[in-house]
């Protein structure tokens, strides 16, 4: 499969506990990107990358939340000391130019 | 961030009708507007997009039409089919995506 891979697909985790999410674009996508979905509302912006720079984190984006791409290929998405209203789908996409490829996401439940 | 509005939240649909979901946008710097589908448990897929240059794109059963001194854009699904159910989303792009409140389509045999 040479879509955009996201792994975990599932993750359950307690609150206060930290989680990381990967995700592994389409091979020479320059740009990446994260979003949130909840339950009944489109996709929420958190931040993308050109590269390995983070050009734009979101105001959603509280400090909790960090990402990396190192080398300019996967990207982590690290949320410390998760809270109930972390739960959501997250979702990471990839593009070259102004197509943008999701993959199936990494949906997050804090219990 | 809401700077796209998505019209209807829900439509059903019968098989072989047409389906037509509305958007509206406010950031005129927007330069690309897709449509994307969801079916549940999966991630969003890129369906059909248009360029504000022009005022219709039309792929198969789908079609955009784009006004743009109105700043709106609509889906139009001829032959509506039960496969097409989903929830559609149309965004807005500048140097990313934003995306509207999504339309859940039914639709029924």
């Known amino acids: 499969d040479t879509g955009v891979s996201q792994d975990p697909r599932h993750k359950i985790t307690k609150r206060g506990q930290n989680v990381t999410f990967r995700c592994d674009p389409i091979?020479?996508?320059?740009?990446l990107y994260w979003y949130r979905q909840t339950l009944g509302q489109g996709p929420e912006f958190l931040t993308y990358?050109?590269?390995?720079?983070?050009?734009?984190k979101s105001r959603l984006l509280s400090n909790r939340f960090s990402a990396e791409r190192p080398k300019g290929s996967f990207s982590t998405l690290e949320i410390q000391r998760t809270e109930q209203g972390d739960s959501a789908m997250y979702l990471c996409?990839?593009?070259?130019?102004?197509?943008?490829?999701f993959g199936q996401g990494t949906r997050l439940t804090v219990v | 961030q809401q700077q796209v509005k998505q019209s209807p939240q829900s439509l059903i649909v019968q098989k072989g009708g047409i389906s037509i979901i509305n958007c509206a946008y406010e950031n005129t710097a927007f330069d690309y507007f897709p449509w994307y589908q969801q079916f549940p448990g999966k991630g969003p897929a890129l369906l059909i997009a248009?360029?504000?240059?022009?005022s219709e794109k039309k792929e198969g059963r789908f079609t955009i039409s784009f006004n743009k001194s109105a700043k709106q854009f609509s889906l139009h699904i001829m032959d509506s089919q039960p496969g097409d159910s989903a929830t559609y989303f149309c965004?807005?792009?500048?140097?990313?995506?934003?995306f509207g409140t999504g339309t859940r389509l039914q639709v029924f045999p």
């Open positions: 248009i360029r504000p240059d022009v």
């Open positions: 965004a807005g792009d500048t140097d990313k995506l934003i």
């Open positions: 990358f050109q590269n390995e720079a983070q050009l734009e």
């Open positions: 996409a990839s593009s070259l130019t102004v197509e943008a490829f």
């Open positions: 091979s020479e996508h320059n740009r």
